[in-house]
């Protein structure tokens, strides 16, 4: 009898406000084991991001693009729990990025969560790499907002959103300061 292969879905759930280095590198791992990878953007009312959904989305495409990471990453957005969603797009694993040692108690416990709404959806967290792991997106934001330096952190096409969209911001409050 010959085996049948079926193809390995992962999604790579997360805010990604706005993507960066280490999320990068954690997509770029991940396929190694899986034959496709879905980028998943989540759509979380609770948290009011910097880059709306669709500014997120195109910022991960652009950045995929130019470190011309292979066909089979995708990316997408969802709203709802994430084991809904990777039922739905025929996923069987959930990947995760650990940093710190705190990341881990926070993934441990979404995993639990996660196992215990679909046991057959396996969560795998990967390590980051060392260079990334005091990288986070809220540092990001907070760099870019004090002119800080980011580009050995995020790709070039995200460097370029966040200088404008504090250029703009700047530039309203000096309108509004007049
Ligand atoms: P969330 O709001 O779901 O934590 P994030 O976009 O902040 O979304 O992160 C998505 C995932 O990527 C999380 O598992 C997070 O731990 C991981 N991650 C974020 N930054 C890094 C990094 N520098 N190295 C490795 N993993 C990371």
Redesign the pocket.
């Known amino acids: 009898m010959t085996e049948q292969h079926t193809e390995r879905i992962a999604i790579?759930?997360?805010?990604?406000?706005p993507?960066?280095?280490?999320?990068l590198?954690?997509a770029t791992r991940a396929l190694t084991l899986c034959d496709r990878l879905i980028i998943a953007v989540?759509d979380?009312r609770n948290?009011s991001p910097l880059f709306n959904i669709e500014e997120r989305i195109d910022l991960i495409r652009r950045s995929l693009e130019s470190r011309g990471v292979d066909g089979r990453v995708s990316v997408d957005s969802y709203s709802g729990l994430t084991v809904k969603y990777a039922q739905q797009v025929g996923a069987s694993m959930i990947?995760?990025?650990?940093?710190v040692v705190t990341?881990f108690e926070?993934?441990f416990q979404?995993a639990l969560i996660n196992r215990a709404q679909n046991h057959e959806i396996e969560t795998v967290?990967?390590?980051?790499?060392q260079e990334?792991?005091?990288?986070?997106?809220?540092t990001v934001r907070e760099l870019a907002m004090l002119g800080g330096k980011l580009d050995k952190i995020v790709s070039p096409v995200v460097l370029k959103a966040l200088q404008s969209k504090f250029n703009q911001s700047t530039k309203a409050a000096d309108v509004r300061d007049v």
């Not at 790579?12 to 406000?17: A, C, E, M, N, V």
């Not at 967290?125 to 790499?129: A, G, K």
């Open positions: 790579y759930p997360g805010t990604f406000d993507i960066t280095m280490g999320h590198d954690i989540g979380n948290k990947v995760r990025g650990l940093r990341d926070w993934e979404l967290c990967l390590m980051t790499s990334y792991s005091f990288l986070s997106a809220s």
